[in-house]
């Protein structure tokens, strides 16, 4: 039998609605809209597309978004003062610098980046203070994408509580969260990555895989114990032919996009695990649409929390 889909835009649809209301109770009160500004450094076009759905989305929401773009050739310190101004801005509630930052400004550019938001209005949680404060499970404002992951398994009625959770990837914006956000609601978590010896027979003792790498197709079905649930966060473009054929399915309606299109996203699960997991999320369609909702979420939340300083 094919695993239950977990249809994560469904569930975003769901958080986004309840979060309009919220907005609208919040500008009754606050007399202003819950602000974000939106950083982004260069003209990367997956970026570009990124950022356009998170404005969007925004402004859905009632949210008053907008988006401040500099030259790929900036340089760290033009973008650190930016930062620094929409710090200072009594009118800004959430800051996002969009990632991956150009190489030009060298490897720590990112970390820089985080040591200077304002933790008060850091909306992807990726501070230091933001990521003490997960650690010790009192943070307000926590990574978008595994605190997505979070509502879906809670919103699936997916038990977390005493079961074992297996990450596959310990990036700083999936793989670490993730697994602390299901360590604190009780589960046994294993983390993976790319020197675990053994990885699929470690994945297959989890009642809860989550796959957090990058890699195409990667997670194959011995990767997967009977019944598990197999949460996929990854976005990989896919160009090559003979990879598409074998991740869509010569035939299906996304085989065919793929061939006028020549390219096309998919996950890091192969598909064959829908024949053993119980439940899946899709790539698309699965937890990117939850990273957006709960970008939506953090920004309510910092414009909550400073209304009430
Ligand atoms: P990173 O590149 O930062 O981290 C990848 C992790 O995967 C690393 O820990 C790496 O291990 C591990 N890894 C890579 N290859 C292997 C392998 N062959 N075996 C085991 N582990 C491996 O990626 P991110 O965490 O930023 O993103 C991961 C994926 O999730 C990407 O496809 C990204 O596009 C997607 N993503 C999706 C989001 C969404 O909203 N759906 C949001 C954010 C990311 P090591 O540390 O040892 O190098």
């Known amino acids: 039998m094919a695993a239950q889909v977990l249809d994560g835009a469904a569930v975003a649809r769901q958080i986004r609605s309840e979060l309009a209301e919220r907005v ?21 076009a997956d970026s570009e597309i990124y950022v356009r759905s998170k404005l969007k989305s925004a402004s859905d929401e ?15 310190e033009k973008v650190l003062d930016l930062v620094r101004t929409l710090n200072a801005d009594p009118t800004v509630d959430g800051i996002l610098v969009q990632s991956p930052l150009p190489s030009s400004l060298g490897d720590g550019a990112m970390l820089r980046v985080f040591d200077t938001i304002d933790p008060a209005k850091d909306v992807d949680g990726f501070t230091p203070v933001n990521v003490g404060r997960l650690v010790q499970n009192r943070a307000a404002l926590v990574p978008c994408t595994p605190a997505g992951i979070v509502q879906l398994l809670d919103r699936s009625r997916i038990e977390i509580a ?22 604190h609601r009780h589960a046994t978590v294993t983390i993976c990555h790319s020197r675990t010896p053994d990885l699929a027979a470690t994945a297959a003792r989890a009642d809860i895989l989550v796959s957090a790498i990058g890699r195409a197709g990667f997670v194959r079905k011995n990767f997967v114990k009977a019944g598990a649930v197999v949460i996929d966060v990854g976005i990989n473009r896919v160009t090559d032919a003979a990879v598409a054929s074998a991740l869509l399915g ?7 996009s793929f061939l006028k299109k020549g390219s096309a996203v998919v996950g890091d699960v192969h598909p064959e695990v829908s024949a053993i997991a119980g439940a899946l999320t899709p790539v698309p369609g699965g937890v990117g649409p939850l990273t957006i909702a709960m970008l ?11 209304q009430r300083r």
Not at 24 to 44: H, M, W, Y
Not at 62 to 76: M, Y
Request: glycine share 10%; proline share 3%; with cysteine.
């Open 24 to 44: 609208r109770s919040f500008e009754k009160n606050a007399g202003r809209r819950p602000c974000l500004r939106i950083v982004l450094v260069g003209d990367k």
């Open 296 to 306: 939506m979420h953090n920004t309510l939340v910092a414009a909550e929390q400073r």
């Open 162 to 183: 005493g079961r074992h959770a297996v990450v596959i990837g310990r990036s700083d914006i999936v793989g670490k969260p993730i697994a602390m956000l299901l360590l």
């Open 250 to 256: 010569e035939g299906s309606l996304r085989h065919e």
């Open 62 to 76: 009632g949210i008053d978004a907008s988006l401040t773009q500099l030259a790929a050739q900036s340089s760290i």
